[in-house]
């Protein structure tokens, strides 16, 4: 048998906006194949760094490059029956200019992807899907959509997607919008002009736990270096940082937002994951449904909870759980130093048996047992408005 | 920042100050550069055993875990308590952190340690890579 050897040096794709990451002195990580900055340590608008770029975001604004996410566009008269079948929410509900959080599920009921699906029109559908999963999903949902009279198209490179997020995200994004923001409910889109450019998607979305927007502007580095710049120079007021990946993640564990290839895989279940509430099992039949139904019907085996260390150490991805006799039942999906909550914080897969709040389990670093109690989540709840 | 001419430095990024038979140790300014915001440092205890090349602690930042080496082979003779509760000060002035005080063993082990010219060059191409 002969072996086959893959090129190692595949070329990093590039957002638009890598020559402006570079330009403002980001650290630059290989993030499912993109050259993604993780952390702007020095940039022209101050010193940054993830902990300082978290806290921008709990507490003012920060802006992020997420054009590395995916987007598939579904249209054509049976565009909705297609949704329906390929994913677990309800699209039905949807009204047009509304958003909600979903996934793309295998028969046996685990994760291809989540996904965000906007109804765009009476017959039109946008699904934000993740970086790193975008050739693999585009596949299966134009696999899965043969059947319809519709039309997926992955139109991902058409656009430079922008988050700005945070309590003053609303404030930052008024000055360049003759929008009216305060109107876009939570998980709603409009289309207005944003930096003079007409039509622009306006979202208020995110993966951070706070308010704020994602906007979806034209791909051509011209235009996706102003309208950045744009925004970056708008929130100098409220002391605006650009945010890396560092942050996007830190940001999104202290808010428990799963993250493919972490909290959901191809080997996780909707149930194992806790996401049930946004899988419908009372609309009509999906990829992934009849699995889900069995498995409701018996005990899940693992379940995702919330751990906090007790004793100092931080509990990281991958690390095994143990109990107290110091046999392993699970493992740590994804964990940290949490910088808003100033704990050390973890998402881990353990049996029902230990899942329930103030449950203590070990967590195995670097050969040394650290005590861990399981917490209520989310860790991090933004506070209600006043 | 510079790398001051009194300190050595290793390929690992560790800096040394030699006095006598005594080597005190920190990480250089470019490895916390690296590590971004340091929220955690696991040292030994004072007494231990450590050896030339192998690792004798932890440093973590938020989003990453790095091993730190023992640039000679000797007994710890102290530890910088302050780290365990403000670990940011490697940030703020990792030449003046020192991590731990070791009783070298055999100071001619000092002399294989980079000089500070050598040091940036090595840096230099690190950053090229």
């Given at each position: 048998?002969?072996?086959?050897?893959?090129?190692?040096?595949?070329?990093?794709?590039?957002?638009?906006?890598?020559?402006?990451?570079?330009?403002?002195?980001?650290?630059?990580?290989?993030?499912?194949?993109?050259?993604?900055?993780?952390?702007?340590?020095?940039?022209?608008?101050?010193?940054?760094?993830?902990?300082?770029?978290?806290?921008?975001?709990?507490?003012?604004?920060?802006?992020?490059?997420?054009?590395?996410?995916?987007?598939?566009?579904?249209?054509?008269?049976?565009?909705?029956?297609?949704?329906?079948?390929?994913?677990?929410?309800?699209?039905?509900?949807?009204?047009?200019?509304?958003?909600?959080?979903?996934?793309?599920?295998?028969?046996?009921?685990?994760?291809?992807?989540?996904?965000?699906?906007?109804?765009?029109?009476?017959?039109?559908?946008?699904?934000?899907?993740?970086?790193?999963?975008?050739?693999?999903?585009?596949?299966?949902v134009?696999?899965?959509?043969?059947?319809?009279?519709?039309?997926?198209?992955?139109?991902?490179?058409n656009?430079?997607?922008?988050?700005?997020?945070?309590?003053?995200?609303?404030?930052?994004?008024?000055?360049?919008?003759?929008?009216?923001?305060?109107?876009?409910?939570?998980?709603?889109?409009?289309?207005?002009?944003?930096?003079?450019?007409?039509?622009?998607?306006?979202?208020?979305?995110?993966?951070t736990?706070?308010?704020?927007?994602?906007?979806?502007?034209?791909?051509?580095?011209?235009?996706?270096?102003?309208?950045?710049?744009?925004?970056?120079?708008?929130?100098?007021?409220?002391?605006?940082?650009?945010?890396?990946?560092?942050?996007?993640?830190?940001?999104?564990?202290?808010?428990?937002?799963?993250?493919?290839?972490?909290?959901?895989?191809?080997?996780?279940?909707?149930?194992?994951?806790?996401?049930e509430?946004?899988?419908?099992?009372?609309?009509?039949?999906?990829?992934?449904?009849?699995?889900?139904?069995?498995?409701?019907?018996?005990?899940?085996?693992?379940?995702?909870?919330?751990?906090?260390?007790?004793?100092?150490?931080?509990?990281?991805?991958?690390?095994?759980?143990?109990d107290?006799?110091?046999?392993?039942?699970?493992?740590?999906t994804?964990?940290?130093?949490?910088?808003?909550?100033?704990?050390?914080?973890?998402?881990?897969?353990?049996p029902?048996?230990?899942?329930?709040?103030?449950?203590?389990?070990?967590?195995?670093?670097?050969?040394?047992?650290?005590?861990?109690?399981?917490?209520?989540?989310?860790?991090?709840?933004?506070?209600?408005?006043? | 920042?510079?790398?001051?001419?009194?300190?050595?430095?290793?390929?690992?990024?560790?800096?040394?100050?030699?006095d006598?038979?005594?080597?005190?140790?920190?990480?250089?300014?470019?490895?916390?550069?690296?590590?971004?915001?340091?929220?955690?440092?696991?040292?030994?205890?004072?007494?231990?055993?450590?050896?030339?090349?192998?690792?004798?602690?932890?440093?973590e930042?938020?989003?990453?875990?790095s091993?730190?080496?023992?640039?000679?082979?000797?007994?710890?003779?102290?530890?910088?308590?302050?780290?365990?509760?403000?670990?940011?000060?490697?940030?703020?002035?990792?030449?003046?952190?020192?991590?731990?005080?070791?009783?070298?063993?055999?100071?001619?082990?000092?002399?294989?340690?980079?000089?500070?010219?050598?040091?940036?060059?090595?840096?230099?191409?690190?950053?090229?890579?």
């Amino acid at each position: 048998m002969s072996q086959t050897v893959e090129a190692t040096t595949a070329a990093l794709r590039k957002t638009a906006l890598n020559a402006i990451h570079r330009q403002m002195g980001a650290k630059m990580v290989d993030f499912g194949g993109w050259d993604m900055p993780i952390e702007y340590c020095n940039s022209p608008l101050g010193p940054g760094g993830l902990m300082k770029e978290h806290l921008a975001v709990r507490n003012g604004v920060g802006v992020f490059d997420v054009s590395h996410m995916g987007d598939i566009r579904i249209t054509g008269a049976e565009a909705l029956a297609a949704v329906q079948h390929i994913s677990m929410n309800d699209a039905s509900r949807l009204a047009i200019g509304q958003a909600h959080y979903s996934a793309l599920l295998y028969p046996q009921g685990t994760f291809v992807d989540d996904i965000i699906v906007h109804r765009l029109g009476e017959s039109e559908y946008l699904l934000v899907i993740n970086a790193g999963t975008r050739e693999k999903d585009y596949n299966w949902v134009r696999d899965n959509v043969k059947g319809f009279d519709c039309r997926a198209e992955d139109i991902g490179d058409n656009y430079t997607q922008i988050a700005i997020q945070g309590p003053k995200a609303i404030d930052l994004l008024s000055k360049l919008t003759d929008v009216n923001l305060a109107s876009i409910k939570n998980y709603w889109f409009i289309h207005g002009t944003v930096c003079g450019l007409k039509n622009t998607l306006i979202a208020r979305t995110g993966y951070t736990g706070e308010d704020g927007f994602e906007i979806y502007v034209p791909s051509d580095e011209k235009t996706s270096a102003e309208v950045w710049n744009k925004v970056l120079e708008a929130g100098r007021e409220f002391s605006v940082l650009p945010c890396g990946l560092g942050a996007r993640n830190t940001l999104r564990l202290e808010s428990k937002m799963a993250l493919y290839g972490h909290e959901i895989s191809d080997t996780i279940t909707v149930l194992e994951a806790g996401l049930e509430r946004y899988c419908k099992f009372e609309k009509s039949d999906f990829v992934g449904k009849a699995a889900l139904e069995r498995q409701k019907a018996e005990d899940v085996k693992r379940v995702l909870v919330g751990l906090e260390s007790v004793d100092r150490g931080i509990p990281r991805d991958g690390y095994k759980v143990l109990d107290g006799a110091g046999s392993e039942i699970g493992y740590v999906t994804s964990g940290s130093y949490a910088p808003f909550l100033k704990k050390n914080i973890a998402l881990a897969y353990v049996p029902p048996a230990f899942s329930a709040i103030g449950s203590t389990v070990n967590v195995e670093i670097r050969g040394q047992k650290v005590k861990c109690q399981v917490v209520p989540t989310p860790f991090y709840k933004k506070p209600k408005k006043q | 920042m510079g790398y001051p001419n009194e300190l050595k430095y290793t390929r690992e990024h560790e800096w040394v100050k030699a006095d006598g038979k005594t080597a005190t140790v920190g990480i250089t300014n470019y490895a916390q550069e690296q590590l971004g915001d340091i929220v955690f440092v696991e040292l030994p205890k004072v007494g231990a055993e450590v050896s030339k090349g192998t690792s004798f602690g932890t440093v973590e930042s938020v989003k990453s875990v790095s091993e730190i080496f023992a640039p000679v082979t000797g007994k710890v003779a102290a530890i910088n308590e302050a780290l365990a509760t403000a670990p940011e000060k490697i940030n703020n002035d990792a030449h003046g952190s020192w991590m731990i005080r070791i009783e070298v063993k055999d100071p001619a082990e000092l002399n294989g340690l980079l000089s500070a010219a050598d040091y940036e060059k090595f840096i230099a191409e690190e950053q090229g890579k």
